[in-house]
Structures are given as C-alpha cells and as structure tokens.
C-alpha cells in the first residue's frame, strides 16, 4: 500500500474487542475507521454502545450487508465463531482482513471438525490464512490477505514456549499451562455466569481438560518442535477484567538449565518492542501490561530437579486481541509495526 | 519558549501521581524527563519501582539534593504537602513548575493554617501561585511560573458548580457534594486502611465535615459567587484504584430549571477537548473516564421541586492530578494543550 | 404456632435472595424447609443452582403449581413484582406469608399504578399487608398473615428517619438521600449492565429522579412525619456484592443539633439487637454488616450551619432483605426475634 | 475436660485470624473468650480494632504478660512466627494450645533451621506438636497438648494428596501444586505490596520455587508416600480476600484413571462434614466455601495421557486457619467436631 491513509471497517464493533480496537485505532496516524458494523444495534452512535468513545468521529453502527466495502481496504472481523467463516466467505476479494475470531486458527480441517462440532463452511480460507503471532510470523503476516489473529490464551503459552521447543531446550512430553484470566476473554455476552457477584472475590477452572485453546496451542508447538505434542491447559476464570498470565510448568532437556532457557528467550526477543523477557528473579505481573501490547516473560528453577517455571503475562484485550489484530495489520500495510501500540501500561 | 524540546524533572516519581506522569509524558513529542526524584528509592532504577515501566528510557531515581536543575526548565513537584512548600522555596527560580500537592492551592494564610496545622513557609509563593484548573483558569496559567495543580475532588466539583455559580442559576447555600473517590487518592504509602481486604467489596464515609478539600472547594465557589459559600462536602473512599464520582445536590435560583444549568454548561464547555456534558437522560460512568483526561457532567431535575443534581466524573489520577499537570504544563509552555492527553478512556 | 417445627417453602429459590434465606434457615431451629420453587429450573436439585448448597437437605426445585400446600405453614415469597401478586392471591389463605418483593409495599392504590405502571391486581391483599421494617413495625407484624418485607434502600434510610422526622428533630423538606448499593440488588438475571468487566472499578448514578424506591421511603417518612414528604433518592451501583450506604442530608429543626439526633436514635434503638447507633465519630462500613443482619447508624455535624449528615449501612441480602424476612418470620410465628441471624458480620 | 465451659485466650487477636477466630467463637456453646491479646493495641476496646465485632460481650485486648492464665483452659495463638515459639514456651504448663502460626509446623529440626534462618528456640514443643488437619489426625489431635495448625496452602495441597499417595494412586514425581491466592493470606501487616491499588484487576506469582508452605507440604507427603517427595508449589496472588484454589497435577501410577482417584477420594471423605469431593464434570469454585469451614475437592482427566488433574479450594482464613484452629479444639477438648462451624459459605 502507497498511500498514507488506510481505510479500515471493524465488522462486530460493538463488543469488548471492538471497542479496544477503537481506542487504540483512534490514535492511529494513518488508519481511517470508515465503517462500523453491529447487528444488533444497527442504527446505534457508537456513544449509545460504548458512552467512554462518545466523542470519537466515526460512523454509526450499521448491518453488515449495509457496508459499501468498495472504499474499504482493510476489514478487522471481531465476530462469533462460526458467523465468521461465512461472512470473510462473501466479502470482496480486495480486502485484507485481520480476523479476530478462532475459526481461520486450525489448519487441519478434521481438528477443526472435533473441536468446534461441524465441518469448516470455507475450507480454502482456512488454508490461505496465517496465524499471526506478530513475533513469530512475521514475514508470513507481511504477505498474508487473511491473518487469523491468535487466542489470549494461544498468545500467552506460545510467546515463550515456541523459542524452547525450536531449540530444543525442553522436553516435548508433559507441558503443564495453568492459565489465569480476565473476565473480558468471555465476551460481552449477557450471562449468568459472568455476572459481577458471580466472578468478584472467587476463583474456579473451566472447561478442564476440553478447551478450545488447547489444539490451538498444540498446533503451534507441534510446528516448532517438529513432533506431535499434546500439552495440559487449565484455565481459570478470576476476577479481573484484563489479563493472562500462564504458569507454564516444564522440563528441561538434558543439560539444560532454567538460565539456559532464559538466555535463549532474551536473545529471541531483544529487539522486540512487544515481549520483555525478565531478569532473574523478577516476577511479571498482569496488571504490569494492562492496557498495554506487552509481553512480559519470566523464568525460573523449579525446586523439583530437572524442571523449570515459565511464566508469562499479556493483556488478553490487547496482546492477547486488538492490540496484535493493530500489530498485524501494521505489518500487512507495510507501516511501523509499533504505530497505535505505543501506549504503555496503566498501573495502578 | 522557544525550543522544540523541554526538559523536565519529577520530584517525587514513586508515587502514583508520579508513575502517572511518566505514563504520559512517555508519549509527550516535546517533553523530555531528564530527572527523577525519589527520597527513599535513591538509586534504584525506575523499573524497580515501577515494573510497568522498565523499558522507558529515563535516568535512575536521585535525591532531590543530588539535581543539577541547570539544564531543568519545568518541574513537576508531586511530593507530600508540607515539605513541598521548603523544596519549592529553594529551587532556582528560572524553573517554571507544576505542583501537585495542597501547599499552594490555599490563597488565603489563616485558612491554610487553620486546616494545616502550622503556619505557611512559602507564603510570597503561596501568593504567587495560580490555582489551575486549566478550563477555569488558562489565561493565568498561561502566564504562571508556579501553578497549583487542583485538588481532585475539587476539579470535580468546581467544573460544574463554578459556571452555575458565576451565572447565577443556583443558589449559594446548602449545596451538598457526596463524592465517591478510588484508592490511589489516599497515596502509595503502606497503611492498614489502604490494604485491598480493607477496601475490597465495601465504602466508607470518612472525614465527614471536616476534609481538607472542602476550604479548596469553597476558594474557588465563593470567587465565582461573588459572595462567602461554605459547602458540605462528604467523602467515601469504594473499592477502585481510579475514578470520583461527584454527586452535587443544589438548589435551583429562582425561575431557574435544570435544562437551564445543562445548557449554560454545555455552552460553557462547547469547545472544551477533555470537558464533556452529556445529553439529558444520560449518566456518567467512572469508567467510562479511566484513564483519560477526560470529565463527563449531566444535570438532572430532582423529584424534589426547586432542586436540580449534578453529576461529574473524572480519573482523579488523570484530570485529577496527573493528567491536568500536563495540561498546565502545556499551557505555561505555549505547546498544544492536548499534548500527551489524547488516550481515549480504557474500558473496560 | 404452638408446634416446635414450622414448615416453610420459598417461592422463587434461584435467585440471590433465595439463596440467602436457605443460608440463614440452615441454621434455624424450628424453620423446616420443605418446598423450593424456581419455574425455569424445576427439576434441579439444589446443588445445580446454588453449588456452595449442594449438602443441605433441601427438596429439589419444583414449580409452584407442583407445591402441595397443605402441610406448609409460612411461605417466603423471592418472586419479581408484578407476578407475586398473582401467585400471593391464589396460595391457600391458611398461609402466612413474608413477600420479599416490591408488590405489597405500597399501601395507595394510585401510587402503585402511577410507578408500575398498571392496576395492582390484588388490592385486597395490598391493603392487609402490613409493611414490615421490624423495629419500626413489630406489633402489627405479629399480628400480620402477610407481611410485605421493605426494600433495601427504604430499610437503610426510614431506619434512621423515622425515628427522627417522629420526634421533629429534623424539618420536613430537603431531605436527600445518596445511596450507594451493591450489585446483587439488581437480583441474579443476565444481563449486560451488571456483567464483571461493566461494574468492577466504577461507579455511576441510576434511575436518577425516579427509582421506585422513592416512593416507599417516602410512605414511612410521610407517616413517620405527619405530614407529607418528598425525598431526593439518588441510588449509585458500586463494585461490591453486597452493601447499601446511605448519606443522609437533612436540615435540623428549630434549636436541634447533630448530637441531639444521635441521643434520640441510640435510645430508640438501645434494645434492638440489630440497629446499633455509632458514637460520635466512628463511621460505619458497609464491610462491618456484610453478611449480618445488623444496621449501624452514625450522625455528624454538617460544616453547613443547621444541618447534620446521618449514615446508615446494612447488608441489602440481609437486613435488606432475607434477614429482615427470617426476623419477620420469627415475630409472625412468636419465636424468638434473633433465631437464625446470630451471625457475625464477615470481615474480612 | 468434664466441664460444659472452656475459658479460652486468643492471643494475637487483632489480625485477621484472630478476627475470624472471634466470629466463628461467638457462636461456640461452650467456649468463653477471657483473654484477647495484642501487644500493639493494648488497652484498647475490640471494637476499636474489629468494629464489626464491636458488640461483643469480650474483654478488652491486653499484652500477653497481663493475662492470668490460671483460669484459662486453651489459648489459641494467632502470633507471627518466630515470636510464637519464645511465647509459647513460656506459658504454663496446664493450657492446652492451637498454634496457628508456622511455628511447630516442621518436625525436622534442620529443615526448620534451612528455612526459617535460625535455630528453633523451642525444640522440645517441635517435638511434641501434632501436625492437625483434623481429617487426617483426627487421634493424635485429640490427645495433643499442643495443635500446630497446619499452613492455608498446606490444607489445600494435602487434603486432596494425602490420600491418593497413601493408596499408591499417584506418581510421587512431578507433582505441580499451582495454588492461589486470596490476600488475608498475607496478613493485617501494612505492606505496599498489599494496598488495594496493587493487587486489584491483577495477577502475579510470588516466592517461585521457594514458598515456604513447600516443605511443610512434602513433610506430609513424604510421610504419606514413605518416601522422600518433592513437590512443585508455586503461590499466586490474586484479588480477593479470602480463598485458596490449589489445582494439582499429577501422574497417575500405572492402571489408574482419573476415576479411581475420586472414587478413592470420595470414599476416604464420605463420613467427613468438611470435605467434600464433587461429582465427575464439577469445578469447584473459591466462592463456594467462602466463609466455610468446607474444602471441595474435584478430579478431572487430562488430555495429556497417563496425567490427572486435582482441584481442592477453601476459604484459607476458615479450614485454613481459625476455623480448622477451632475444629482442632472440639476435638482436643472432647466436643462435637462441628461445633461453631456450622455456617454455610456465604455466596454471593
């Protein structure tokens, strides 16, 4: 792309990631949000939706099939799963789009098929998309039309875990990823469960031993260490709104030191501007990325012999959704990665 | 000024206020923080401090004995009141400088003293210091060397009730303020009340009829009134680190409704970028001001005829502190007031 | 009642309110409960609505037309406004009953059609209903078949109110009421507003000018008073699962002082195990009710000349609601008043 | 003990324990608080510290060297560690005790010195203790003198553990203890680390690979194995006060399944009032037990072949310490186990 501006439509803007999009599009020199889509609340202002970006010059909330896509040059797509497939299906062919939902995230077309109870409604896409782990897939991202933007989750386990597995730092066998989440991973969706007295003060796993995440996770491990893998990923719902941090428990391979896995992440990612790798002994924190597009990882010894502690943090709004959705599409548009991403934490 | 680029100091940078300049200033195209201050965190590096921040490029936190303010153009001083007023009193004087704490915001040396406890020590700068709420105040801060950066509370109460007051279309006496304020009001310093299982799920009233905000507040009403206004102002510290709720009970002058009082804010504020009033039947959100420099206001009818409600919400962090020292800032430098203001409201 | 036992059922055992009453009657002497209803989830054991109840040995959940009614002898009623009314009217007439919803509080006719909206549907009942603030009531609750349990709001502001506007302490006029409530008042449905990531770390006003609890505050107060009143009743909804404040600001009568008020409620309430008044300068918590079914009330001076502020603080699942409808049910039955609300506040 | 009442001191009773020792104690038929100590508070009335409790018909808090033991019967010990031990060896010989702090909790005198950096003061009482999760030492409590009460973390770990090891069900390699947090855990101190603004809306790991709760976990599965064990226990901190979610990831010996655990589980508990293991597909949740004296335990499969997950939670301030502390002394004390803890969790 040549030109300075950008003109984005964000399809489904009326959720959580919707709304992050837009706070941090709005401070995007070059990106230009052109369209708005919410079926539910066509006809809406954005204020009416979310009064926080009431004062924002965008366009009103309009259906899908409302969107005159011609003007458009990029989509970001932050529908339910399922929805998706068939609506990127029927968009026009000139758009790029970064996808925000999980149903271009599983190459394999049975996986997809046992994970999420139907056959894939547009199976071509599925194998033209690329995963975006900005970090990890960059130069795919750089050509990609159709980038299916990674899970919170996804994001948290594979930032750290990637780099180990290609060096071979640690064993394949008996990944262990207990995963600590905001609530705002569950969507916007008016539920019982995610009612504010049901979430404050309390802690409890979910879907243990059959979510979603875990092919995906496994998808992307598998690629790095050349074999199959299958790992544990437990989930945990707690009260806050933002954030992941994974515990990622590990063995080392032979001869390998927790140092040792330490010092490979630091080298990997020295230059990024996203993913902090941690000296020794200093413990990330969640609300240490709030807000932010940070990654921040630590390693440590496990008293256990043989075994180490990964731990790694994101904001699941941002790293972990929008804010790598604005990475990717910065790097498919040619721009400075960091553009709209600079942003640091908001603590406290 | 003429230069591009203006050095600045932070006396006090382990505080909350203090990260929150930092978060800012991060993004500030002019502002260059060439020191930090921290009595107690002499030496350490920010990141030790303040993790979230690790990566910024900034010099190690010093004593403010050790400063070679020479190069220093504008000071942000966000230390304790009381030893505030000694340090400002010896700093050069080509410094322009932005105070955060209460020492400067009292004009008046018996009124200081009284709620104080002690007599004045800087009472030529006392004079010298323009109270600066930025929207209030612009001309005078414009032409500043000290300003006295406003209370929280009182920038949410004085940004609707001084133009009601100045127009005449509420009456003096018996306006109540009920104001609900996050934690970080109360500081960093470790204190039992402070502790998350002290605050967590739960609101207190406290300094009911005798918090020091209320002479700040009654400053400001009794200059736009024109006439003495002594205001009941009652404070509760609820379970959020960032937010004030004001809640204003007023009585309406004579013939006045409470369309008028929107309306006459609404002129007021029109071309306002950070003061927001919201149409009617709408209410404001903390949240919906979280972390942004931005303050919503709406005027409802009471069901009390002859009466009208006023409500306010900024981040006290922000346009209650921070946030508004950075407007100022701007202003007594001649640079766009928006400058490093312009993040959108994070939610959720 | 003569027997040792009484056999109770709980109409609408799903919800918040539900669960409170089945946590307090757990440890009840005489109250035996032998029916549950809840229409959407009839068929579920206990254990499947409420997990932290799954041992107590309680019926499964039916629907109301499935309770045999004969060997009931107190029902609780848990059901929403507007459908009570229906099922109170064709329950057998041998039954007394604590309605714990909004359908039989208001005594006028008028009144009720003008904030619900349509024709009460069981106006006989509506004026046998005696509306019980127990201290406030207890005689005529004694004597009560039915027996409208108050509001949280109107339990947490005719408390301190009535015993004031009763011994014209306190003028008439201008009496504003700030009420700041936990979430589990808005009950246990899904819906968007009351969902984590919307109310954690925030605060704002609701139904400013036209809760419907204003009218009930002001049918005590009026009658309290003699004479007719209206009161500015603004509610906020804060971060906490339980807990209502109210700031109470009030105007003295002729010659009356913020001590006299505090005297004349301490002796009011000098026997009541459940309404204790503070000393002068102590503020009371809501966290110092939570789970109790105490109410704590503390006065002070206003800085405004002739006016005082009173506070108020209950648990609203308790006093505000359950606990208050088990104190009815043990002064209905001519048990001992405490039986089953000894417990403690839970702090932290 | 013959007689019907037991004189009992709390020493150390203005922190959170003993807090919570004194609400569950003013429900006890048979126990009498005579004594409450806190050397820092001395003099003043319990209400002062704990105003929730301020109607308590209790003493006020004196220092440890103004009580007058002689008419004691059982202290419980709500002290720091360190301090304990010179305390408690110096109180006369004819009270029984429940320690809750860490003091007595190790039995090996090096692995006391290794990781609390001194030598124990009281060897012979170190000797002497009897580690008391009532469930699994329901005897050697029962004729104790000295009760040390086990650690919140420890509980969780063990509860589920002890048993699956005894039986042989589990590998004693590789266990992974990911537990967390509430922050009572941390105590009433005034710490940075635990101000509200700094653990709400967040997540963070802390004391990784070195938690002291470490040993005092293996000292119990060791024993349980008969042979040495060495666990992986890594501590998170998250925002609630109250709460211990410990999930556990183990292998499973050769021919078990997920299954045998809980059914091996469920049997060793049935009997049990306090713990209880849920059905296949149910998660347990913090806010399930908050305020209890209950555990729940679930087993689950894991995706990863020949592996199973464990989750136990409870409330750390009840089964975790006070209310575990008065499980011990009903039984010390020859009185029916469940007395004082019959409450049912407080949700929501």
Redesign the interface.
Known sequence: MTTNRINTAILGASG?TG?EL??LL??HPNAHVKALTAEKRAGAALGEV???????DVPKLVKIGDVDFSGIDVVFCALPHGLTQEVIAGLPTHLKIVDLSADFRLHDVATYAKWYGHEHLAPKLQQEAVYGITELARAAVAKARLVANPGCYPTSAQLPLVPLLEAGLIET??I?I?A?S???GAG?????A?????????????G???HRH?PEIEQGLTIAAGQPI?????A?L??????I?S?I?VKLAKGATADDLRANLSARYAAEPFV?VMPAG???????????NHCRIAV??????G?A?V?S?IDN?VKGASGQAIQNFNVMTGLPEILAL???????
């Open positions: 959580y709304a837009l706070r709005a401070r979310f009064p926080h970006l009431a004062h924002l066998g008996d262990i207990d600590k905001g609530v705002t916007r969706e008016a539920k019982e995610n009612l504010y007295a049901e979430v404050t003060e309390g802690i409890h796993a979910y243990v031993g059959g875990a299958i790992v544990n990923f437990t945990h707690m009260p806050m709104s933002r954030g941090l515990s428990y902090h200093q413990t990330p924190a969640t609300r240490h990325v709030r807000g932010s440590f010894p496990d008293r256990v012999p075994r502690i731990i943090v709004l600079e942003q640091e934490a908001m603590f406290p």
